[in-house]
């Protein structure tokens, strides 16, 4: 079984900053791209953040210059560093990776659980 578990959300106050890791186990021969989402309350689950197995990374207009993601493929491990936040920031995040289990297997997308991040006064 592939599993990945989200850590680091929890309430902050407008203008700071909180970081998400994620955190991939079981049976993994290769791990190619890796993401986060986020859904907030009444609306659809939007891309946040990307990035590639060699690093690069792409992210929503929403939160260019804020939000940086990282990975460390030794660690088979993706972060979500967020600066600046805001109200509308508020969601569930949801991490992902395609994931490949053996060497014979197709790739397949796994998520998590997700991790509640609240910005409020």
């Known amino acids: 079984q592939v599993q990945l578990v989200e850590s680091g959300g929890g309430l902050v106050q407008p203008g700071g900053s909180l970081r998400l890791s994620c955190a991939a186990s079981g049976s993994i021969f290769s791990i190619n791209d890796m993401g986060w989402y986020r859904q907030a309350p009444g609306k659809q689950r939007e891309l946040v953040a990307t990035i590639t197995g060699g690093g690069s990374a792409n992210y929503a207009d929403s939160v260019k210059g804020r939000f940086t993601i990282s990975r460390d493929n030794a660690k088979n491990t993706v972060s979500l560093q967020m600066n600046s936040l805001k109200p509308e920031d508020t969601a569930v995040y949801y991490c992902?990776?395609?994931?490949?289990?053996?060497?014979?297997?197709?790739?397949?997308?796994?998520w998590g659980q997700g991790t509640q991040v609240t910005v409020s006064s």
């Open positions: 992902n990776a395609d994931i490949q289990r053996t060497w014979r297997n197709f790739q397949v997308r796994y």
